[in-house]
């Protein structure tokens, strides 16, 4: 059963937003095996000392540990610190109950919380989503302890005749309900702990794939943002960890293995020097596509440990450098100030592609990835397709990203036939899943 709540503690830990790998998990279960599970603290010191990687995350871990924990510490400490449901009856007011009963009803309020910790660690609390669920589970929770048997004595008593009987079923019935109060507020709290980690996931689900318009809806989106990022950012440097030590040189290990009798002892790697790419980004930040480059802004600034010198352009009614705004101020107030420095009605592409290489033309070389991100509705103004021509030429590779479905990328005033011939790739981009998807297949190109 210890494995069993481990894995549930586990679990609850991950729903708190504490990040642990399955491998983290397992030296925990260890490192329990080989500690102990008392004293308490030097439990929770262990469990500590094996899931937690950083300052930030103990407080979140500490305050799990003991919402998870609180009903193990019942058997350590003194009986009357647990005196809230009242006094219990006596072991005399017990007699003539079945014996299951008569049991249960003799137990004072230590005895109690201890047979309701002991039952409530046989159950799985894990499952529970909805907030419904707390009262099936504290249900199952009561008749586990055996309160079936008192029930039964409630009935009969309150089917005799004699009234010592039915003031006996009433007191049952009283002490019964003060019982009932102990399993709801441990089945509560194990809903705040589980279900609170179905419910993060159910809110994170939506929020990925929700168009970029509506998540202005979602308190927790800006969190979120930052913990794809990290993901994502993590991946990449497994990935390019991985591939650090590159491809075997057969030719040196030849020559080295002579000196052991033909035996490659000495294995040798040719090292493939990577030059330092540049990312230019352009975000159209009008009114029908700035939610989208919000978003971009925000995701791409939060990777800056694995991607390369991002440099960042905006425009709408005027066309302007922001890699500033992203150097001074958090990623989010950068956003903000740079919307109402640059937004505006007109959007014309033409004239931004045409001061885009004006500006940048002569450092645009093959190590140079070029991000668009906007509708290409030009209020029908000349495309200037020919300066995008002339990045495309220059430029490792060209990207495109439109918040709208591709059935409408050549509707009314959109133009993206013009512009499609010079991007390497032309993707949709309207939720966080788009964008992830799109920065993770930036990662492995860059």
Request: charged share 30%; net charge positive; hydrophobic share 40%.
């Given at each position: 059963?210890?494995?069993?709540?481990?894995?549930?503690?586990?679990r609850?830990?991950?729903?708190?937003?504490?990040?642990?790998?399955?491998?983290?998990?397992?030296?925990?279960?260890?490192a329990?095996?080989?500690?102990?599970?008392?004293?308490?603290?030097?439990?929770r010191?262990?469990?500590?000392?094996?899931?937690?990687?950083?300052q930030?995350?103990?407080?979140?871990?500490?305050?799990?540990?003991?919402?998870?924990?609180?009903?193990?510490?019942?058997?350590?400490e003194?009986?009357?610190?647990?005196?809230e449901?009242?006094?219990?009856?006596?072991?005399?007011e017990?007699?003539?109950?079945?014996?299951?009963?008569?049991?249960?009803?003799?137990?004072?309020?230590g005895?109690?919380?201890?047979?309701?910790?002991?039952?409530?660690?046989?159950?799985d609390?894990?499952?529970?989503?909805?907030?419904?669920?707390q009262?099936?589970?504290?249900?199952?929770?009561?008749?586990?302890?055996?309160?079936?048997?008192?029930?039964?004595?409630?009935?009969r008593?309150?089917?005799s005749?004699?009234?010592?009987?039915?003031?006996?079923?009433?007191?049952?019935?009283?002490?019964?309900?003060q019982?009932?109060?102990?399993?709801?507020?441990?089945?509560?709290?194990?809903?705040n702990?589980?279900?609170?980690?179905?419910?993060?996931?159910?809110?994170?689900?939506?929020?990925?794939?929700?168009?970029?318009?509506?998540?202005?809806?979602?308190?927790?989106?800006?969190?979120?943002?930052?913990?794809?990022?990290?993901?994502?950012?993590?991946?990449?440097?497994?990935?390019?960890?991985?591939?650090?030590?590159?491809?075997?040189d057969?030719?040196?290990?030849?020559?080295?293995?002579?000196r052991?009798?033909?035996?490659?002892?000495?294995?040798?790697?040719?090292q493939?020097?990577?030059?330092?790419?540049?990312?230019?980004?352009?975000?159209?930040?009008?009114?029908?596509?700035?939610?989208a480059?919000?978003?971009?802004?925000?995701?791409?600034?939060?990777?800056?440990d694995?991607?390369?010198?991002?440099?960042?352009?905006?425009?709408?009614?005027?066309?302007?450098?922001?890699?500033?705004?992203?150097?001074?101020?958090?990623?989010?107030?950068?956003?903000?100030?740079?919307?109402?420095?640059?937004s505006?009605?007109?959007?014309?592409?033409?004239?931004m592609?045409?001061?885009?290489?004006?500006?940048?033309?002569?450092?645009?070389?093959?190590?140079?990835?070029?991000?668009?991100?906007?509708?290409?509705?030009?209020?029908?103004l000349?495309?200037?397709?020919?300066?995008?021509?002339?990045?495309?030429?220059?430029?490792?590779?060209?990207?495109?990203?439109?918040?709208?479905?591709?059935?409408?990328?050549n509707?009314?005033?959109?133009?993206?036939?013009?512009?499609?011939?010079?991007?390497?790739?032309?993707?949709?981009?309207?939720?966080?899943?788009?964008?992830?998807?799109?920065?993770?297949?930036?990662?492995?190109?860059?």
């Amino acid at each position: 059963m210890a494995d069993r709540r481990l894995h549930e503690f586990v679990r609850a830990l991950r729903g708190a937003g504490v990040r642990v790998s399955p491998t983290e998990a397992e030296e925990a279960f260890r490192a329990a095996a080989l500690i102990g599970y008392h004293p308490r603290d030097q439990f929770r010191e262990t469990l500590a000392l094996t899931l937690v990687k950083s300052q930030q995350e103990r407080p979140d871990f500490d305050a799990c540990f003991e919402a998870f924990f609180q009903f193990e510490s019942a058997e350590d400490e003194d009986a009357g610190d647990h005196d809230e449901a009242g006094e219990p009856l006596s072991p005399q007011e017990g007699q003539g109950l079945s014996e299951q009963a008569a049991e249960l009803v003799a137990q004072d309020a230590g005895q109690l919380e201890q047979t309701l910790a002991r039952n409530a660690g046989e159950m799985d609390f894990t499952d529970m989503q909805v907030i419904t669920q707390q009262g099936l589970y504290a249900r199952r929770l009561l008749m586990n302890m055996g309160m079936g048997a008192v029930d039964d004595e409630i009935l009969r008593l309150d089917a005799s005749p004699r009234g010592a009987d039915q003031r006996r079923a009433g007191e049952l019935r009283e002490w019964r309900q003060q019982v009932r109060e102990l399993a709801v507020r441990h089945v509560r709290r194990q809903f705040n702990l589980h279900g609170r980690a179905h419910g993060r996931a159910l809110r994170e689900h939506t929020m990925r794939a929700a168009p970029f318009r509506d998540l202005r809806e979602f308190k927790q989106v800006q969190t979120l943002v930052r913990r794809m990022a990290r993901r994502l950012a993590s991946l990449h440097q497994r990935r390019q960890k991985k591939a650090k030590r590159g491809t075997l040189d057969a030719r040196r290990t030849l020559a080295s293995s002579l000196r052991y009798n033909a035996v490659p002892v000495q294995l040798h790697w040719r090292q493939k020097r990577r030059l330092k790419s540049k990312v230019l980004v352009i975000c159209d930040v009008s009114s029908s596509v700035r939610d989208a480059a919000r978003f971009l802004l925000q995701f791409l600034y939060a990777m800056t440990d694995v991607l390369p010198r991002v440099r960042s352009f905006a425009f709408a009614a005027r066309f302007d450098e922001v890699t500033d705004d992203f150097d001074r101020y958090p990623p989010d107030v950068a956003v903000g100030r740079i919307l109402d420095r640059v937004s505006g009605s007109g959007t014309d592409y033409g004239t931004m592609f045409e001061e885009f290489v004006a500006l940048c033309g002569s450092e645009i070389d093959r190590h140079t990835t070029v991000i668009i991100l906007g509708d290409a509705r030009n209020n029908d103004l000349p495309a200037g397709e020919q300066h995008l021509a002339e990045v495309s030429r220059r430029a490792k590779q060209v990207f495109w990203l439109n918040p709208e479905p591709p059935p409408r990328w050549n509707s009314g005033d959109a133009i993206m036939a013009r512009y499609q011939p010079y991007c390497r790739a032309a993707r949709r981009c309207a939720s966080l899943n788009d964008l992830s998807r799109f920065t993770d297949y930036l990662l492995k190109s860059v």
